[in-house]
């Protein structure tokens, strides 16, 4: 259930009706974008101005009660620790790889030379 659905603001369901509250995907999105590119350019004016993007993003999600504050933190959670972590074994030599899949989605592929 959304904010907005609710007949106050002490109600949360988090899971509720269609369960597309929890984490907030714009967020999630934000966050990774930002993160990835924070991790290719390492300027820290740029890296301000992406992560910026980011957080307004996410305010604005809860501003218009699209989602709570717990969606948005779960949504940056996962926008930054998976960019993180794909980085992290692209370093470690895995070879990572990110195509679209669907209209909605995207599939990583892992390839581990052992």
């Given amino acids: ?15 509720g009706r ?19 590119l924070s991790l290719s350019f390492r300027c820290a004016g740029l890296q301000t101005l ?5 957080i307004l993003i ?13 969606d948005v933190l779960a949504g940056a959670a996962l926008g930054i ?12 030599g895995v070879s990572v790889t990110v195509v679209p899949c669907g209209s909605s989605g995207l599939s990583v592929f892992l390839s581990i030379n052992l």
């Fill in 50 to 54: 992406f992560f910026g993007w980011a």
């Fill in 18 to 36: 269609g369960g597309t509250s929890f984490p907030s995907g714009h967020t999630s999105c934000a966050f990774t974008a930002a993160t990835s």
């Fill in 58 to 70: 996410g305010l604005q999600r809860i501003y218009t009660g699209a989602h709570w504050l717990s």
């Fill in 1 to 15: 259930m959304r904010p907005y659905e609710s007949e106050s603001s002490q109600v949360w369901r988090p899971f």
């Fill in 81 to 92: 620790s998976i960019p993180v972590a794909l980085f992290a074994a692209r370093k470690q």
